[in-house]
Structures are given as structure tokens and as C-alpha cells.
């Protein structure tokens, strides 16, 4: 399930629905899944989460804060406007 | 098991214990009165680490290991509670919970149920994650039992008991990851199997309300295991 919650975590990040928590939720479930985990895959999967929060911690917040996406590739650009931006 | 077995001397938490060579953290543990929580453990039949709730700090490693499935070792260190042990087995039936439909006030076990116990034992006061709420099936061909794929916890508790103790091998589990499911033969209706002798012992060892009686209502389902530790003496003469 560890590894299933982080994908759908880091999707709802991606698309700019992400909570303020989720960044504590993503660390707390990824030190479990690391010191955990019976296989390697589960062992080893949470690394790459781990090592972009320590070094794009601020690309997760602006995610999560400002819902845009630095680097461009996310798809909340692509996502249709919100109800404040239709109507406006 | 020899008489000739070399004893071992290990610590845990604090505590000077003994056991014999062939003996896990797990079961030296219980004997010295350390609860360690299990799910997927089930006296007599064998321990395969699968619900990871068992974990034990040891010291010397950074890892935390599975209390049911490591050996002792002499001069062992085991600390069995901490908080980071209690942190993260919380999260462990955290993660259980989210991801099948445990629904306990409409479940046929909702008081009898082993993960709900952990649950409350353990404070789980709230699910941090999401909960996933799979469609999943319920299998009911069987003329008395019943297959809930949604309280299951993959202990594999009916796969081991009725491979090793009926020898019967109906149950297995397909799939893997967020995809593994339990199965009669080869994803066939429990009711339909040509393998399954309708003993029953998957039922009675199944943790949650996954295998259960016909026609039971919520709150219900007891299981009967009075007659498994048998199954243990049994397991013991094997080997």
C-alpha cells in the first residue's frame, strides 16, 4: 500500500491539489516504508521522494502553496482554470 | 529439535533472556512476557514477515527487523517498544486500513477482529492517508462460507494453514503490490473449487472479517480456534 498512497500523494501534489500536510504525510510514510519493508523495491522506492524533498524542498511548496510548477512539466498548467479564474 | 541445541543469550529490552538456537526475537520475546504485535503470525504454521508488524529495533543495525523471522543471535540487543517502533507500526495499520473497505461498524466481525484490536490497542485514533476504497468482490458460491476480498489483510494466514495443515493448497494469491488478492485455485469461485475440502480453518485463523461463516450478521462472527493449537503440537512432530 506504501508505495500505491506515495504515487497518489505525489499525483495530487503534481495536479495542484496537494494539502500543506502532505509534506509531513510524504516523510513519515517514507522513513515507514524505508526501514520497513520486507522487498528492495519498497526498501529503496522512497529514495527518490526522499532526496527531492531534501533538495526541491522548495519546488514541493510552491506545489503545494502557490499550485504552479516551476520546472513547467507538472499538469496543473494543463488543468482547466479554477472557478475564480473562469468567472473573473 | 535435539537436545544437543545450542542455547543462546540475547537482551531484550534490558532484560537478560535465553533460547535455543532455532528459536526467533519473536517467540524468546513472547516467552519472557514481551507483547510484540503480530498480524500475519499464527502459531504452528510458518512465519513469513508479511504484515511487518512484529518489527524489532536491533542493535548494531540501522534497520528495523521482523521479530517472526530473524533468528536470535548471541549477545543480540532487541529493543521491543520505542517510540519510532510504536510510530511506525501505527502507521503500518494505518496503511492496512486504507487500503481495503474496513468498514467495521457494518463488518460480521466488528468486535472479534484482530486488526480492529491492533487498531485500538495501538491508539489509531485517525487514518493520516487517504482511504483507497477499492471495488472489490465478494465471493459467496460456497455453501457455507463467505469471501470478503474487502476486510482481507493479506496475512496469507488461509494459505499457509491450508497448504500446510489440510494440504489442500485451494487458497493462493494472485496478483502483486496494490493488485495482490487472495484466490481459490486458480481464480476460480470458492464454491466451484475442486480442490477446497470445506474444513473450515481458513475461516477460523483468517485475523479479520474476510473468511467467515454463512449467515452471520454484523458483529457475529467469532472465530473458534480452540481446536488449532493442536495444529502447533502437530507442526512440532514435523519437524
Not at chain 1, 501534489?13 to 519498497?42: H, N, W
Not at chain 2, 532484560?15 to 526475537?25: L, P
Not at chain 2, 527487523?65 to 510510530?87: F, H, K, N, W, Y
Not at chain 2, 495443515?165 to 485451494?170: D, V
Request: net charge neutral; aromatic share 4%; charged share 25%.
Amino acid at each position: 500500500v506504501g508505495t500505491a498512497q506515495m504515487h497518489d500523494m505525489l499525483a495530487r501534489i503534481t495536479r495542484g491539489d496537494g494539502l500543506a500536510e502532505d509534506m509531513s504525510l510524504l516523510q513519515d510514510l517514507a522513513d515507514v516504508m524505508k526501514s520497513t519493508s520486507l522487498c528492495g523495491l519498497g526498501q529503496s522506492s522512497p529514495n527518490p521522494v526522499l532526496t527531492t524533498m531534501r533538495y526541491f524542498k522548495d519546488e514541493y511548496l510552491a506545489h503545494i502553496h502557490d499550485k504552479r510548477c516551476p520546472a513547467g512539466s507538472c499538469p496543473i498548467h494543463t488543468s482547466k482554470p479554477s472557478l475564480e479564474e473562469a468567472v473573473r | 529439535m535435539t537436545s544437543t541445541e545450542t542455547v543462546i543469550t540475547l537482551k531484550i529490552d534490558g532484560k537478560d533472556c535465553a533460547g535455543r538456537a532455532s528459536e526467533t526475537i519473536l517467540d524468546v520475546a513472547r516467552e519472557n512476557g514481551f507483547p510484540i504485535p503480530t498480524l500475519c503470525h499464527y502459531a504452528g504454521l510458518h512465519n513469513i514477515g508479511a504484515c511487518r508488524l512484529c518489527i524489532v529495533e536491533v542493535k548494531g543495525t540501522t534497520k528495523l527487523l521482523p521479530a517472526c523471522v530473524t533468528r536470535i543471535g548471541e549477545g543480540m540487543d532487541v529493543t521491543t517498544r520505542s517510540q519510532r517502533l510504536d510510530q511506525h507500526r501505527r502507521t503500518i495499520v494505518e496503511l492496512l486500513l486504507t487500503e481495503r473497505n474496513h468498514v467495521c461498524s457494518v463488518c460480521v466481525s466488528n468486535g472479534h477482529c484482530e486488526l480492529q484490536a491492533l487498531a485500538m490497542a495501538m491508539g489509531v485514533t485517525h487514518v493520516h492517508l487517504p482511504y483507497r476504497f477499492p471495488a472489490l468482490k465478494v465471493d459467496a458460491s460456497h455453501p457455507r462460507f463467505v469471501q470478503d476480498d474487502n476486510r482481507c489483510v493479506l496475512c496469507a494466514r488461509c494459505v499457509r494453514i491450508c497448504h500446510e495443515i489440510e494440504a489442500a493448497h485451494t487458497w493462493d494469491i494472485s496478483g502483486r503490490g496494490i493488485e495482490a488478492r487472495t484466490i481459490t485455485d486458480f481464480d476460480d469461485a470458492w464454491g466451484d473449487s475442486q480442490t477446497c475440502t470445506s474444513c473450515g480453518k481458513c475461516v477460523h485463523v483468517c485475523p479479520t472479517g474476510a473468511l467467515t461463516e454463512k449467515g452471520r450478521s454484523v458483529a457475529e462472527m467469532v472465530k473458534r480456534r480452540q481446536a488449532l493449537p493442536y495444529l502447533k503440537t502437530f507442526q512440532e512432530q514435523r519437524s
